[in-house]
């Protein structure tokens, strides 16, 4: 039941390190502000759903890779892994649309920019849900 690397799907390969690489983005800049960068952590409270969410998909793949039967759980993990992908991609554009706002002094609200992590964010939830879509097809032959 370890590693074997003719198990290893291309389908896993997508999702994995899309997975991954979406989990490290929530660390990078998504938000500047006169020169100064925002975490995707401090900067949004949906960053807690995008990491479960990269956790699962994660878990997911590592649990196919090693060859754990999950069929037990009874439901379809590649229709999971889908919806991983296509929530962690809604809900980075939900944020690259709705940018927080910052009030200076004298109360003039000034919009945060979009820093170089948001991108690659959404590069990595599309990865992931490219990925749920190579496991579906996968699954269906």
Do not use: N
Not at 11 to 23: C, E, H, M, S
Not at 56 to 77: E, F, K, N, Q, Y
Not at 91 to 105: A, T
């Amino acid at each position: 039941m370890g590693f074997v690397h003719e198990r290893v799907q291309p389908a896993d390969w997508v999702a994995g390190t899309g997975a991954l690489v979406l989990l490290i983005s929530v660390f990078m800049s998504w938000y500047s502000l006169s020169g100064l960068g925002v975490m995707g952590w401090d900067g949004t409270r949906l960053s807690v759903p995008i990491i479960v969410c990269a956790v699962v998909a994660i878990t997911i793949v590592a649990c196919r890779v090693a060859g754990v039967d999950l069929s037990a759980l009874h439901l379809p993990i590649e229709a999971v892994m889908l919806g991983m992908g296509a929530l962690c991609t809604v809900l980075v554009l939900v944020k690259m649309v709705f940018r927080p706002v910052s009030i200076g002094q004298g109360g003039a609200a000034s919009r945060f920019g979009i820093g170089y992590g948001i991108f690659v964010a959404l590069l990595a939830s599309v990865l992931v849900l490219v990925g749920g879509m190579l496991m579906v097809r996968e699954d269906a032959y």
